[in-house]
């Protein structure tokens, strides 16, 4: 058959590895491999004609695979030092994996001795094998083992469990796994607070791992709901396949809506115990939830004794032809530069002082500011709410007094894992939010959103991440059991996307994911002022 690398072409026999073709070109920077678009072992057979591409730690797709490498690496090193201990990955922080020991605390030495150990099963080059076994024969093995160790894969129509072996030690991850252990070249693993951390390389530089920045904001919202999930009893998916599988889904909806209404009323207090705050800036990455949560908010403050005004930084961008471009060449609309920041902090100050002012509206199509008619004016209890991407940067109201000002980060920061090894990245939680909401709202495909889900990220890590740790608080818009209820609208437009397009791969990997949800059925019980309304329908906010 023939296949396609490096734009050559190959003829091969068929039922052999991509790794005992073409092993003299890999090199040691290759983790895996892309196979018709599909992301595969180096062990994976090759068993129909196409194209393959080396993948790469310094890839999106290879930094998976190698982050799940470690995690592997570090399970097994715990397992051999200390097999009665019941490690835990709860969640991310930067570069880096926050973990524990969920029966027993950790000590420096502990964890010195499992880096050696790390650091020992890498040398040897192990190989890490894949083996599968049907459901039934999945089933009389962990009756056998007794063992908790991807389980859950029996508990969901799958045709094949798979389970990654290296000597007899063996574990479930959810995604393909380095082929050996020789991987491991670059990680570290420190004590932070009372667990550890996994921590390596960026995606930019992979040769070193650099000190990991504490977000103490980020890690205070993600440890709130961490504790809150675990009193539940609802840490990890099989917890809560469980709930809803004994009809319980009507209290974790209630339970959800308490936290966040909770939470949303400490914020307003807060605000109104501050005395001299005129405006709230809110500012998050996509699908956090922004338009239902400032909905709330707003009413969290009448409640308060305050009346909120909205006011859009989109009717601020410069005039078209003075809007900056990218190294491309096209209209760069997310940097700070494409705002009106003169015109917008000269109209705040007016609106502060009391003074009418006259709105501007942006004509997108045109590129130009109109004013038709639009004028606001404070009143002694209302308050700005202001939406936008920059309102975390004190640039964007450079001319605001500090005391004036209330910013207000959002973000859906996923707590819940698969199970004690295998987490939920919180990108993908939104991106799953993402794609149910452009379909939705937007008539966009699950391909067309995937196609823009780069260039989205890329632009949040630029204009938003760096400035998080600069809000007055952080609002945690995850929802316990939101996967639960978008795997039935997700999936099907996720199965549309073939293989003969580049984003095949990432479709594949998120229904996957989301076949270990028990799917909720019953959407009537989701109110219309949930934050999750936003992304399915139904909103009072819409």
Known sequence: MKIILDKETYEIEGNQTIKQVFGNQIKKEVIAARYNHSIVSLNHQIKQEGQIDFVTRKQKDGRIIYIRGLLYLMSKAFYELYPESYLTVNYQLSNAMFCQIENRPITNEQIAQVKNKMQEIAQKDLPIRKVEMTPEEAKEFYEKEG?????????????????????DYYNYFYGVMPISTGFAKVFDITPFRNGFLLEYPELSENTIVQENKESL??????????????????????????KIK??????????????????????????????????????????????????????????????????????????????PKDENGNYDFECIEAIDVKLFNQQLIDLLDRKEVKLPTFDFKTGHKQYLGNTLKLEEDEILIIEGIHCLNDELTNQIAKENK???YISDLTVLNIDYYNRISTTDTRLIRRIARDFQFRNYSALHTLQMWNSVNKGERKYIFPYQEQADCM??????????????????????????????????RLIDLLQYFEPVKEINLIPNNSLLREFIGGSIYE
């Open 475 to 508: 609002f945690n818009s995850s929802i316990i059991y939101e996967l639960a209820v978008l795997k039935d609208y997700v999936v099907p437009l996720l199965e549309e996307i073939d293989s003969t397009h580049f984003e095949y791969s990432e479709a594949r």
């Open 147 to 167: 063992s908790l160790r991807g389980r859950l894969q029996t508990d969901i129509q799958k045709s094949k469990v798979s389970l990654y072996y290296c000597e």
């Open 217 to 242: 904001k980020i890690i205070s919202a993600m440890d709130e709901y961490d504790e809150i999930y675990k009193l539940m009893k609802i840490n990890t998916v099989y917890r809560l396949n469980k």
């Open 406 to 408: 209330f910013k207000v």
């Open 246 to 323: 004994e009809g319980k889904i009507k209290e974790l909806i209630l339970l959800s809506e308490a936290i966040h209404e909770k939470k949303i009323a400490e914020i307003a207090n807060q605000i109104k115990q501050r005395k001299n705050v005129r405006m709230i800036l809110i500012a998050g990455p996509t699908s956090s939830g922004k338009t239902t949560f400032a909905g709330k908010l707003g009413m969290a403050l009448r409640v308060q004794g305050l009346k909120p005004v909205t006011i859009s930084v989109d009717n601020y961008f410069v005039e078209r032809e003075q809007n």
